[in-house]
């Protein structure tokens, strides 16, 4: 899974003059060493990302630190800067250090502990957007909502809908609540604590639903322990692990939508890299969904897979 970074203009700073290091000294000096910090820990983006570390705690825009270098700073702004500077160099992503990460246009809350949006799932947004859905005013459950990025967004998006966000993770419930009030379309999410669509069969909501969306675990077990250090030690491991072949929950929720769904209803799925072709055969087994679409992401991977669900067939 590819960690996601804020996208920001890019400003190249002057070579980092290597020496004692100060605790406190100028605003070029500061950021400077930050970034010396950052790129001897491999950060990629070391510059951008120090740059926003730096409008955090210190209030200061890469203009600041262009026009005025030579601005002092007091120990206290340097010693805040550079803690989180040594936080990210330690491997914590920057999503959890600034406590906010933007997904399709809209800022989000992320906490530790819920999981950080990608950009790749924005295209399930795209993916809905482009479906007829068969009812006038569409009701949609967020499957795994964590950060509530795809429930708000649709939201957003369209007046029209209404969206129950499912997650078993009380912080993310939480944060999804919080985050649907923030962008002001609480009256169109409701979220329900539970395991996949158990909150909505237990409410009656069976054969209401318009669409079904996910990015549901998908990282095979034995695989967890190779991810990059800032996703393996950072970031919830129920939102990544999958089970043995990374598809344990689509089995699940194959299942369960078929009694949510309207009859021609959609069911939009993010897949992990080479898993789209399995899924779709997961899907074709139950003799009642049709594949529509499997879009590509940026790198090129079967990323988004469109079902809909035939008839009225129940299984």
């Known amino acids: 899974m590819q960690n996601n970074e804020k996208q920001k203009g890019s400003f ?7 020496g004692t290091s100060p605790q406190t000294g100028t605003v070029w000096e500061l950021f400077r060493q930050g970034v010396s910090m950052l790129s001897t820990a491999s950060v990629t983006n070391a510059t951008n990302e120090c740059l926003w570390l730096l409008e955090s705690t210190c209030n200061l825009s890469r203009l600041d630190i262009y026009q005025n270098p030579s601005q002092r700073m007091s120990s206290e702004q340097w010693n805040a800067a550079m803690k989180l500077v040594r936080r990210r160099a330690s491997g914590e992503p920057l999503q959890y250090i600034l406590g906010t990460q933007e997904f399709y246009g ?3 809350n992320i906490p530790h502990g819920v999981f950080i949006p990608r950009p790749e799932t924005e295209l399930i947004v795209d993916a809905l957007r482009q479906q007829p859905l068969p009812a006038a005013t569409p009701s949609i459950a967020d499957v795994g909502t964590g950060s509530g990025c795809l429930a ?10 209404t969206i129950y966000a499912t997650d078993r993770c009380p912080l993310a419930c939480a944060t999804a609540q919080h985050n649907a009030h923030r962008h002001q379309v609480a009256d169109q999410v409701t979220v329900w604590p539970g395991h996949l669509l158990t ?4 409410r009656g909501l069976q054969g209401t639903l318009s669409a079904i969306v996910s990015n549901p675990p998908y990282i095979p077990t034995a695989a967890l322990a190779t991810l990059p250090v800032d996703v393996r030690e950072h970031e919830p491991w129920h939102a990544l692990d999958g089970g043995q072949d990374g598809l344990d929950v689509y089995r699940d929720l194959l299942r369960e939508a078929l009694d949510l769904l309207l009859p021609h209803g959609i069911l939009i799925l993010e897949a992990g890299a080479g898993q789209a072709s399995q899924i779709c055969e997961e899907a074709e087994r139950h003799g009642a969904y049709s594949i529509l679409q499997i879009q590509q992401d940026f790198a090129g991977i079967d990323r988004v897979i469109t079902l809909e669900r035939k008839g009225s067939h129940l299984v």
């Open 106 to 108: 809209l800022e989000l």
């Open 199 to 202: 909150p909505l069969a237990s």
């Open 12 to 18: 190249s700073p002057a070579p980092f003059m290597h």
């Open 152 to 161: 708000v967004a649709l939201a957003v998006q369209d007046s029209r809908f």
